[in-house]
């Protein structure tokens, strides 16, 4: 089994920035596909970015698209999220997930690993 835990959530200002982290442990293998998903109070969880270790190819969300990067770290088993002009709606529970199955990884059916969790909040 990989353990994933997610950081770097917290309180932000509408326009402001904060840097999500992911870091796997366990059963880790040399690939994976690693990604971001996020659950506003009422709402389903919805795709927010994807990486791919295995072609170096990302994927984001049209609502992030501009504003948030993805990015792995050099031993590929953490990863980033650089969420930047942040807005309202950006409020939600932010989750990292893994699989080491090739994939896109734009749906939550695609990853049998996640983490707990990180609150991100943005204040108008």
């Known amino acids: 089994q990989v353990q994933l835990v997610e950081s770097g959530g917290g309180l932000v200002q509408a326009g402001g920035s904060l840097r999500l982290s992911c870091a796997a442990s366990?059963?880790?293998?040399?690939?994976?596909?690693m990604g971001w998903f996020r659950q506003a109070p009422g709402k389903e969880r919805e795709f927010v970015a994807s990486?791919?270790?295995?072609?170096?190819?990302?994927y984001y969300s049209d609502s992030v698209k501009g504003r948030f990067v993805i990015s792995a770290g050099n031993a590929k088993n953490t990863m980033f999220l650089q969420m930047n002009s942040l807005k309202r709606e950006d409020t939600a529970v932010y989750y990292c997930?893994?699989?080491?199955?090739?994939?896109?990884?734009?749906?939550?059916?695609?990853?049998?690993?996640w983490g707990q969790g990180t609150q991100v909040t943005v204040s108008s």
């Open positions: 366990g059963r880790t293998g040399n690939k994976y596909v």
């Open positions: 990486i791919s270790w295995f072609n170096d190819m990302t």
């Open positions: 997930a893994a699989d080491r199955r090739y994939s896109t990884g734009v749906s939550a059916a695609q990853y049998n690993y």
